[in-house]
């Protein structure tokens, strides 16, 4: 049997026979991948976060590298931009974050006292200052591979493409080529699909801060904004620091801030959500949820940020490969 299949094997057309050899190659490499991907899964979120910051700062790079800037000077002046905008970030947090923490000790003792026993619960669930020193040194880690991985992949974008273009066996490199186009366009849709949600609950959750009378409306807003960048559990996250705000004027006012809050995510992320994401990476809105849902169940809160455009990369490769096999549109 073995002798006859070394014979078929022997007799095939060459052309044909390194085709075969070629997608035995291919998926022996993303076989290889997978196992790779797998055995670093702790670390998976860096990479991938890694790996969308290089993509997302990719044009700004291209731009001031067109106009004679070194592409690794460009990156280190992007990366400046970023950590220069996360600083000033956190300068208009933390500020308000300690003088409503002061207030809130100052008219209800009893929530401070509650605050230390949630603390002293915090700490036992941590176990001890070497265990909090570990967990702190491995986000560091991470916050330190995610900005290597970045920028890594933005210096040399176009090499990370032609290893790619490379698995691929010569005769289905045009079609590689027109997929990665779609892919590139499609990511680019996504992303500005999220910052328009994001920027519609941060606009809404200011003004309703505002109408309320809370202080510092606009940082709040800026806040749900921003966290709102994570997908469905970000403006609940962002809800957070205004309805502490809320609770140092009372607690009618902390309830009327989370109800505006929910009313405000809910209806976003349950009407506008799925109809903008969907309109940007063609996908119907309903695909849109359960591509949340599938990505929440496999790797939580990174599975949802990468959900959408797996799915929607699914449907890129469906629309290309389904007319080839069947002589016929989608």
């Given at each position: 049997?073995?002798?006859?299949?070394?014979?078929?094997?022997?007799?095939?057309?060459?052309?044909?026979?390194?085709?075969?050899?070629q997608?035995?190659?291919?998926?022996?490499?993303?076989?290889?991948?997978?196992?790779?991907?797998y055995?670093?899964?702790?670390?998976?979120?860096?990479?991938?976060?890694?790996?969308?910051?290089?993509?997302?700062?990719?044009?700004?790079?291209?731009r001031?590298?067109?106009?004679?800037?070194?592409?690794?000077?460009?990156?280190?002046?992007?990366?400046?931009?970023?950590?220069?905008?996360?600083?000033?970030?956190?300068?208009?947090?933390?500020p308000?974050?300690v003088?409503e923490?002061?207030?809130?000790?100052?008219q209800?003792?009893?929530?401070?006292?509650?605050?230390?026993?949630?603390?002293?619960?915090?700490?036992?669930q941590?176990?001890?200052?070497?265990?909090?020193?570990?967990?702190?040194?491995?986000?560091?880690?991470?916050?330190?591979?995610?900005?290597?991985?970045?920028?890594l992949?933005?210096?040399?974008?176009?090499a990370?493409?032609?290893?790619?273009?490379?698995?691929v066996?010569?005769?289905?490199?045009?079609d590689?080529?027109?997929?990665?186009?779609?892919?590139?366009?499609?990511?680019?849709?996504?992303?500005?699909?999220?910052?328009?949600?994001?920027?519609?609950?941060?606009?809404?959750?200011?003004?309703?801060?505002?109408?309320?009378?809370?202080?510092?409306?606009?940082?709040?807003?800026?806040?749900?904004?921003i966290?709102?960048?994570?997908?469905y559990?970000g403006?609940?996250?962002?809800?957070?620091?205004?309805?502490?705000?809320g609770?140092?004027?009372?607690?009618v006012?902390?309830?009327?801030?989370a109800?505006i809050?929910?009313?405000?995510?809910?209806?976003?992320?349950?009407?506008?959500?799925?109809?903008?994401?969907?309109?940007?990476?063609?996908?119907?809105?309903?695909?849109?949820?359960?591509?949340?849902?599938?990505?929440?169940?496999?790797?939580g809160?990174?599975?949802?940020?990468?959900?959408?455009?797996?799915?929607?990369?699914?449907?890129?490769l469906?629309?290309?490969?389904?007319?080839?096999?069947?002589?016929?549109?989608?």
């Amino acid at each position: 049997m073995a002798a006859v299949a070394v014979s078929a094997w022997a007799l095939m057309d060459p052309k044909r026979r390194r085709r075969y050899l070629q997608i035995a190659f291919g998926f022996a490499a993303l076989v290889i991948g997978i196992l790779f991907l797998y055995l670093l899964r702790d670390f998976l979120g860096a990479f991938v976060l890694g790996a969308a910051i290089a993509f997302l700062i990719q044009p700004a790079v291209t731009r001031l590298h067109g106009i004679g800037v070194p592409r690794v000077l460009a990156i280190i002046l992007v990366f400046i931009v970023i950590i220069i905008a996360l600083a000033g970030l956190v300068l208009l947090i933390v500020p308000m974050g300690v003088r409503e923490v002061g207030q809130l000790q100052r008219q209800a003792p009893s929530l401070a006292a509650a605050a230390q026993d949630l603390k002293d619960y915090a700490l036992g669930q941590f176990g001890n200052a070497v265990t909090i020193g570990l967990t702190a040194l491995t986000t560091l880690l991470q916050l330190l591979l995610m900005f290597i991985v970045a920028f890594l992949l933005a210096l040399d974008a176009a090499a990370f493409r032609r290893v790619l273009r490379r698995l691929v066996p010569s005769d289905y490199r045009t079609d590689f080529d027109q997929i990665w186009r779609k892919v590139r366009k499609m990511l680019y849709a996504y992303v500005r699909g999220q910052l328009i949600i994001a920027g519609l609950i941060g606009i809404l959750s200011g003004i309703a801060c505002a109408v309320l009378g809370l202080p510092d409306p606009i940082a709040l807003g800026l806040i749900a904004g921003i966290t709102a960048l994570i997908p469905y559990l970000g403006p609940f996250i962002g809800a957070i620091p205004a309805i502490l705000v809320g609770l140092a004027a009372g607690p009618v006012k902390a309830l009327l801030v989370a109800l505006i809050y929910f009313v405000i995510s809910n209806v976003i992320l349950n009407f506008v959500y799925p109809k903008v994401m969907g309109d940007a990476v063609r996908l119907p809105p309903i695909l849109v949820i359960a591509a949340f849902i599938a990505g929440f169940s496999w790797a939580g809160i990174l599975g949802m940020f990468v959900a959408v455009p797996i799915a929607a990369t699914l449907r890129i490769l469906f629309d290309h490969i389904y007319p080839r096999l069947y002589e016929k549109q989608a």
